[in-house]
């Protein structure tokens, strides 16, 4: 069974670079057919779609977030890395990697909470 972790700190500075881990196991990170996401939820809000890499290394990213934010994976360690920068405290939220088949997401992390605070 595919189980997905994220990592990463749980509070960051305003205006600093927020980096996260997804680490897979189960399953490889370049399997076809398979894509790989992030989709964060803020407190009181629905979920919000991030980006996503494929299991060939192509990133998609969306347009509310493509100015500050990089996808990219270490297939040697099966992890993929959420970089977002320029973090104020509107990024804070719950951060989910997901695994995709199709437009879902079929497996999910448990999700990791991050705060944006000075």
């Known amino acids: 069974q595919v189980q997905l972790q994220e990592s990463g700190p749980g509070v960051v500075k305003p205006s600093q670079i927020l980096s996260l881990t997804c680490t897979v196991s189960?399953?490889?990170?370049?399997?076809?057919?398979?894509?790989w996401t992030w989709i964060r939820q803020p407190p009181g809000k629905g979920l919000e779609w991030i980006g996503k890499?494929?299991?060939?290394?192509?990133?998609y990213v969306s347009p509310s977030f493509e100015s500050r934010t990089s996808i990219f994976r270490d297939t040697s360690k099966n992890q993929f890395t959420l970089h977002l920068t320029s973090v104020s405290p509107e990024d804070t939220a719950v951060y989910y990697c997901?695994?995709?088949?199709?437009?879902?997401?079929?497996?999910w992390g448990q999700g990791t909470q991050v705060t944006v605070s000075s």
């Open positions: 997901a695994r995709m088949y199709g437009d879902d997401p079929d497996y």
């Open positions: 189960g399953g490889s990170i370049a399997t076809n057919n398979y894509h």
């Open positions: 890499i494929t299991e060939s290394g192509f990133t």
